[in-house]
């Protein structure tokens, strides 16, 4: 699985990502810096996470416009898969590659802890190595990952299994104590019409080895290199 990773300004997650993506593909990923406006023959893009900008104006909303978006669109309109994870997530989503918006957490605080996960759909190609109802630990770190779309969209989401994971108790049931952020349906991570874009919140990427204190989070890229080869 041939990968990249775009660095931002600000982007402090790069390379916890790319340790990540080359410890479970066994590939160097290259590193893209948001100045560009080509992308490397890869197969899989990765906006990682931090906080690009300084979170000015709304978290990602200024990395949206940054000269290698472009090539990032046109990646994922050939079909090309994209992931982003917090911030990546926010910077996806501004760039207009999933609906919605990610708001400011309810508490309106940062939330920096670790949180469960129920895998919604494990028919994706960003989530075939789990089960569908698997809950999974994950760490997260945002200050505005409050998911929140209009009620069609929503319902459209949830209608053709786009909600891919959504944050859980340990036993696997949906509360709002074990949200985070107060995110409608408390969903954590969605994917575009086509199922090749990926938004969440949580960090995977810091959950795939043993020294790491779990490897729950290992099954994402796992997927990845599965569905690409
Ligand atoms: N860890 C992250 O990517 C944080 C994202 C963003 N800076 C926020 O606070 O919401």
Redesign the pocket.
Known sequence: MKSAVVVFPGIN?ERDMAHALETVSGVKPHMVWHGDTELPDVDLVVVP???SYG?YLR?GAIAARSPIMPAVHAHAGQGRYVLGV??GF?IITEAGLLPGALMRNASLK?VCKEVRLRIENADTAFTGAYTAGQVVRTPV?????NYFADAETIKRLEGEGRVVARYCDENGETTAVADPNGSINHIAGILNDKGNVLGMMPHPENYVEPIQGCTDGRGFFESLVRAIG
Not at 141 to 145: K, V
């Open positions: 997650r996470g931090g906080f979170d978290c917090c911030n926010q940062f770190a945002h200050g505005e990952g």
